[in-house]
C-alpha cells in the first residue's frame, strides 16, 4: 500500500485486491456483539470537510472509532475557514495537533493531491471525494459489493471482478464516482460501459478505459451490475437535457427495465438517490438493488483503507486457536 489515497487510478490490482479482502474480515467485526478492534488505538485521525456530506463523513467516523482511533470532526462551515482561512493553514494547524491521518473532501479537484504533495503535513491523506475529480473508497465500497453479489463473499478473496460487465448510467460528467468506478473496475478486469446523454458525457472520454452507449434498453440485458448516478444539479450552470421527464424517460431505470437486466444482476447507487428521476421506488426498494448493502461495505472498506494506511502488517483480525494443552 501507498501512503496516500488520492485517486482509484492510484492502485494497482494487488493494492486494490488487498484493500478487498482485508474489507472481508472487517465486515466480520460488524456481526460481534462488541463490534471494535484495537488497531488503530493511540492514533488521531481528523475528518476534514469542506464539502457537505452524510453517508461519507458518517462512514467514516464509524470505522475510525470501530478500529479504536480517537477521531476529530472538522466542518468548513462554522470554522475559521469560513472566515477566510487557507488550506494550508487549516493543514499546518493540525500538524502542530499531532494528528496522524487525515480524510479530506473538497470542492475543488485536486485539494487533496495539494495536501498530500505539499510538505504542510506529514500524515497519510485519504480522499473522501474532490469536485468532479476522484472518489476512490466509494468506488472501493462498490467493487467490494459487486463482488459479495457476484461472486460470494469467500469465493471472492483474492479475486478482481475479471469478465464482469458494469454499466454506469446518468450524469458521468460531474462525477468523481463515475471516473473513480472506470479506473477502479478496470483495474480489477471488468468490462465498463458508461452510458447517458452526449451532453453529460465528459470530453477526453475516449481515452478512459471503458465504451461509451447512449442506449439504456440496448445495454441491460449485457450487464451483471447496474449503476445509477445522480444528477448532480449543484454542480451543472446550464441545461443538460430538455426536462426531468424527458430523462427519466430514456436515462431513468424502472421496473420494465429492470426486468430486462440478467436474473443474477443487480443494480446500485451511490447515494442520494433522487427517486422517481433517475430511478423509481419500486427498483430502489427491490430486493436486487444494493444502496443499503452499499452503505454498511462502506464502513469495512474504510476501515480496511485506514488499517492498512496507519496499522502496520498484522493481520486486521486475529484468529486464536487452543493451545495443546487447552484442547485437552
Not at 470505522?63 to 482561512?85: H, P, T
Request: charged content about 25%.
Amino acid at each position: 500500500m501507498m501512503r496516500h489515497l488520492i485517486s482509484a487510478a492510484d492502485l494497482t490490482r494487488d493494492d486494490a485486491v488487498l484493500i478487498l479482502d482485508t474489507a472481508e474480515e472487517m465486515a466480520r467485526v460488524a456481526d460481534r456483539p462488541i463490534k471494535k478492534l484495537p488497531a488503530l488505538r493511540g492514533r488521531t485521525v481528523c475528518n476534514l470537510f469542506f464539502e457537505d456530506s452524510t453517508r461519507t463523513r458518517i462512514s467514516f467516523e464509524a470505522a475510525e472509532k470501530r478500529l479504536s482511533a480517537d477521531v476529530i470532526n472538522f466542518a468548513a462551515k462554522g470554522s475559521s475557514v469560513s472566515k477566510g482561512e487557507s488550506l494550508k493553514d487549516t493543514a499546518q494547524t493540525l500538524e502542530a495537533m499531532g494528528v496522524d491521518a487525515v480524510v479530506i473532501r473538497h470542492s475543488a479537484s485536486g485539494a487533496p493531491y495539494r495536501l498530500a504533495t505539499s510538505g504542510w503535513i506529514d500524515a497519510p491523506v485519504i480522499n473522501a471525494g474532490d469536485g468532479t475529480h476522484q472518489h476512490p473508497t466509494q468506488a472501493l465500497l462498490d467493487a467490494f459489493t459487486m463482488r459479495r453479489r457476484l461472486t460470494g463473499p469467500d469465493a471472492g478473496l483474492g479475486q478482481g471482478l475479471d469478465g464482469k460487465r458494469i454499466t454506469l448510467v446518468g450524469d458521468v460528467l460531474h462525477s468523481r464516482v463515475a471516473r473513480s468506478n472506470v479506473d477502479l473496475l478496470h483495474t480489477l478486469g471488468a468490462e465498463v460501459t458508461l452510458v447517458a446523454p452526449p451532453t453529460l458525457i465528459p470530453v477526453g472520454v475516449e481515452t478512459w478505459p471503458c465504451e461509451v452507449s447512449y442506449d439504456l434498453d440496448s445495454t441491460l440485458p449485457k450487464s451483471d451490475a447496474v449503476m445509477m448516478l445522480r444528477v448532480q444539479r449543484e454542480r451543472m450552470n446550464a441545461a443538460f437535457f430538455p426536462t426531468e421527464r424527458e430523462y427519466s424517460r430514456r436515462y431513468g431505470l424502472d421496473g420494465d427495465r429492470m426486468a430486462r437486466m440478467p436474473g443474477h444482476a443487480i443494480v446500485m447507487h451511490p447515494g442520494p438517490m433522487v427517486r422517481g428521476m433517475e430511478i423509481t421506488a419500486e427498483v430502489a426498494d427491490s430486493d436486487r438493488c444494493t444502496v443499503i448493502e452499499q452503505v454498511a461495505n462502506g464502513v469495512s472498506i474504510r476501515m480496511a483503507v485506514l488499517y492498512l494506511l496507519l496499522g502496520g502488517n498484522e493481520p486486521a483480525v486475529t484468529h486464536t486457536r487452543p493451545t495443546a494443552s487447552e484442547e485437552k
